[in-house]
């Protein structure tokens, strides 16, 4: 079973729209995912990505652009000005609660992938703020999880030197944008290139045969 990491922000709109694609391709594959949410602001500076609200306008109107010719062509609803994103002053750690979800439910042992892109489309499409506990809770239990406990857990050390080690991690391989897929320390960047991933792992998969 080939090991696949998944380096993201719970706030990117381009993890939202490679979900279900990337949810096959491990299917197909019986690859073992690992989500492994950072901080993106943090981390992506230092590996030359520029995050969405520090580039000129001309890059954030094309950024615009490109998520609505995405959302038609993969048919998923998505808003391209979510109410909840703020472009502008966000509160501290707003969309690093999600993420701390995310690993408190991974680390129970449970199939967190289910929970992570009902979190995106939240934001993305269903005009909803992941930043209120209250709402992470209500996404949680909507999608069978206990939401209570998962809420719970995000603050505990646990979850923290959790995502501590994902931001290290992501540093140390070069990570620079969300989501970037990592297969035997091969880096795939963005929902665009999962035809590559997928052609990856059935290489991989021919060579052990």
Aim: proline content about 8%; hydrophobic content about 40%.
């Amino acid at each position: 079973m080939p090991d696949l990491s998944c380096f993201y922000s719970l706030s990117s709109p381009w993890a939202y729209l490679g979900g279900p694609r990337l949810q096959d391709i491990v299917r197909r594959h019986r690859a073992r995912l690992v989500l492994k949410p950072f901080d993106f602001q943090e981390v992506v500076p230092k590996t030359g990505g520029v995050p969405i609200r520090t580039r000129p306008q001309p890059r954030r109107d094309y950024h615009a652009v490109e998520l609505a010719r995405w959302r038609d062509y993969l048919g998923l609803p998505l808003n391209v000005t979510p109410r909840h994103y703020p472009m502008q002053n966000p509160a501290p750690n707003w969309n690093k609660h999600a993420g701390w979800t995310v690993i408190a439910a991974q680390a129970a042992g449970l199939d967190a992938f289910p929970l992570s892109h009902a979190i995106l489309r939240a934001l993305w499409a269903e005009e909803r703020d992941i930043a209120d506990p209250a709402v992470r809770r209500a996404i949680a239990d909507e999608n069978g999880y206990d939401g209570a406990a998962l809420v719970a857990a995000e603050g505990s050390e646990a979850v923290q030197a959790q995502y501590r080690r994902n931001g290290e991690e992501a540093e140390a391989l070069g990570v620079f944008g969300s989501p970037t897929l990592v297969l035997d320390g091969e880096l795939f960047w963005g929902q665009d290139r999962l035809g590559f991933l997928d052609r990856a792992l059935a290489r991989r998969a021919a060579a052990r045969t």
